[in-house]
């Protein structure tokens, strides 16, 4: 039976209580047969505890307290060569920057990688010729395995095939080219979406590169009565996918999808785009007539946010003005749902089509860019065909000036009332300050281009996240450095590591939703190690996208969309009274539940409204909180995630102005 301790006086769940009570007790926790190394993990929380030491050693720490874990072995077992052999390095005392030396965009391959990725390409191209001359032989592979022949090019020598043997022992000797192999066709391969709220069977899985590949698809497809559906990153709750029986176009090789770790941010971009016409951003040559500060871009829809990130960082003139932070998505996957980013003047990303191409049910490849029919099929769920590529409207590059700040809870976002502050998070703020600080968060939420707020579960103080941009390009830094961007990557891992733990899992669930919160907070800048008031100057994409490797640890979210009503006394302006009391409203249900189930965060993000028909934002004048709560798979094995979802969900739909309902919805991506 698992060990239980009493559960503390709701007015001790804060940070520093709860370090205490974890640094005094963990060993209770600990079986004798565990390769924990308790106390090297006791000397990391304590110093974490009294802010001591940098992202680098608190990183390397908890690697060596779990080195010994089988967990860590598994994790350790599925990355490349290169990457082992830098991670070892770094347990061992090597800093970051010297582990990776420097490179403008990406981690770079060693020279012997390079000469065996040289080596590949050849045996790839090998292969193709082969395969081209002896079409009846792979006719019968195809009937062999169950697999419909679906050629991608008009002479009929390319075909979307399956797993051959030479390219399975390929990506067996060379697990960092994985992505190279020409893995197109599954038969009843099992699905699963990344957050693993979503499990099917279809019947095929392909993976195209040629828009005429899926037109001969859709064909196949109707003449079989078979539905089909796309998945990017599978990095969607909601079930939006594909299901069994049916067919399943994947963007992604399986390898990268459906594989954690995840090596796009510490990676070289793959040659094998330049074959595929999902993979193109082509830019138009010149900026529309009324608009010259403007660029109309055609992106193939499997194109990742990495692979457009690096794209407009080293052209350094167009940008798109907002997007999602995460990079391990593809621009398809980000579109289709009608994702966003932040800051009151952008809308959704879907705002910013221009034109869709797409392959209707009949297998005829269109285009549409009619503006009231965009309206419609920017965002659509895929509903309206398959897409190949979208056309965005860019805006000129400029440069974020980044101030990330560490605030007391109650000075980031104020609460309308002092009585809404549980007694674990009080603290003696006057008036006047209460006052200084409402009018700083209402200032930034109104006018600041990007604002962001984060509450890691029983902390003290918030991570702020708001900034303005520039055209000025005097000390604009890569950001995160590519040292950093590799720290990002393992810091993420190895919280997938350990939250994956038997050890973790084993422990209170306020001691997992702490030690998670510890880390956030220690991760992201100022650091103990940096100036507590930075200002960081970065190209706007690097600011939009500045954490890392997030793949690597998978998360539970459900986001809604709340409007922004106007304000009662002046209707020109919006009353973000509504954001406070939605933001306070989470703390306090947080406080109500004794088994934390929301254990790692709430996320708020400002943004505008949306034309965009299906959008939750759409219609919302003033602007809408984009607000959403996140916790680890283990509180959904422990049964605590639904209820605290629902009670979440009722509060937020619950609100009204004036008697009359706020049209809040859900972000239909996700958990609702």
Not at 82 to 110: C, K, N, W, Y
Not at 307 to 322: C, D, G, I, K, Q
Not at 348 to 373: C, F, K, M, P, W
Request: aromatic letters at 10%; glycine letters at 4%; charged letters at 20%.
């Amino acid at each position: 039976m698992p060990l239980q301790l009493p559960r503390p006086h709701p007015g001790k769940l804060n940070d520093h209580f709860l370090l205490g009570e974890i640094i005094d007790h963990v060993s209770l926790f600990l079986p004798e047969s565990s390769d924990v190394d308790i106390l090297e993990l006791r000397q990391q929380l304590v110093a974490l505890r009294n802010e001591q030491g940098d992202p680098q050693q608190q990183t390397r720490g908890f690697l060596r307290a779990f080195k010994r874990t089988a967990a860590f072995q598994k994790g350790l077992d599925q990355l490349g060569q290169r990457m082992r052999t830098q991670l070892e390095a770094f347990i061992d005392g090597q800093a970051a920057e010297d582990v990776i030396g420097s490179s403008p965009a990406h981690i770079s391959p060693s020279p012997t990688t390079t000469k065996r990725h040289s080596r590949l390409l050849n045996i790839f191209d090998f292969c193709l010729r082969i395969e081209q001359n002896v079409e009846k032989r792979l006719s019968h592979v195809f009937e062999v395995r169950g697999c419909p022949m679906i050629y991608e090019d008009a002479d009929k020598t390319k075909v979307m095939e399956p797993l051959s043997m030479m390219t399975s022992l390929i990506s067996e000797s060379c697990n960092e080219f994985q992505h190279l192999t020409s893995i197109k066709v599954y038969s009843n391969t099992p699905f699963e979406n990344w957050g693993r709220t979503v499990k099917n069977v279809p019947k095929y899985t392909f993976v195209p590169t040629k828009v005429l590949g899926l037109q001969n698809l859709v064909k196949y497809a109707k003449a079989n009565n078979l539905r089909v559906r796309c998945s990017g990153y599978r990095h969607s709750w909601s079930p939006t996918f594909s299901a069994n029986r049916e067919i399943l176009v994947s963007l992604l090789n399986l390898d990268q999808v459906a594989k954690i770790p995840d090596r796009t941010s510490v990676s070289p971009t793959p040659l094998s785009n330049v074959d595929n016409e999902l993979k193109v951003i082509e830019l138009a040559p010149t900026s529309p007539p009324a608009s010259p500060n403007k660029r109309l871009v055609r992106v193939g829809v499997a194109v990742t946010n990495e692979e457009f990130r690096r794209w407009a960082v080293s052209n350094n003139a167009w940008t798109l003005p907002m997007d999602v932070i995460l990079v391990e998505v593809t621009i398809g996957g980000v579109n289709a749902p009608i994702c966003h980013g932040a800051g009151r003047r952008n809308k959704t990303l879907s705002d910013q089509v221009r034109v869709i191409e797409y392959v209707d049910a009949n297998g005829q490849h269109q285009l549409l860019s009619d503006n009231n029919h965009l309206k419609a099929a920017a965002g659509c769920f895929g509903l309206l065909g398959l897409v190949t590529h979208i056309t965005f409207e860019l805006h000129a590059m400029t440069y974020a000036v980044m101030k990330p700040r560490k605030r007391d809870i109650g000075l980031a976002i104020p609460p309308l009332n002092r009585s809404d502050v549980p007694l674990a998070l009080h603290r003696t703020w006057t008036d006047t300050q209460l006052a200084e600080a409402l009018k700083d968060f209402e200032s930034s939420a109104a006018d600041d281009y990007y604002c962001e707020w984060f509450w890691f579960t029983y902390q003290t103080q918030a991570w702020v996240n708001v900034w303005n941009t520039t055209t000025e390009t005097t000390d604009v830094v890569d950001y995160p450095a590519p040292w950093q961007v590799w720290l990002q990557w393992v810091q993420e891992w190895i919280g997938g590591i350990v939250t994956t733990s038997t050890f973790f899992q084993a422990l209170p669930s306020r001691w997992q939703t702490q030690l998670l919160a510890t880390l956030a907070m220690a991760y992201l800048p100022p650091t103990s190690s940096e100036a507590q008031a930075p200002e960081i100057k970065s190209y706007l994409p690097d600011a939009l996208h500045f954490r890392r490797g997030i793949q690597n640890m998978r998360v539970r979210d459900m986001e809604f969309q709340i409007p922004i009503p106007p304000l009662a006394s002046d209707p020109s302006k919006p009353d973000f009274s509504i954001v406070r009391r939605a933001w306070w409203d989470v703390i306090n249900i947080v406080y109500e539940d004794a088994e934390s189930p929301m254990r790692l965060a709430m996320e708020l993000r400002i943004m505008g409204g949306s034309d965009i028909l299906m959008a939750p934002q759409y219609g919302n004048q003033h602007g809408t909180a984009s607000i959403e709560v996140l916790t680890i798979p283990d509180a959904v094995t422990d049964e605590e995630w639904q209820p605290f979802m629902q009670k979440v969900c009722d509060v937020w739909m619950s609100y009204e102005v004036d008697g009359v309902r706020l049209n809040v919805r859900p972000h239909w991506a996700k958990e609702w």
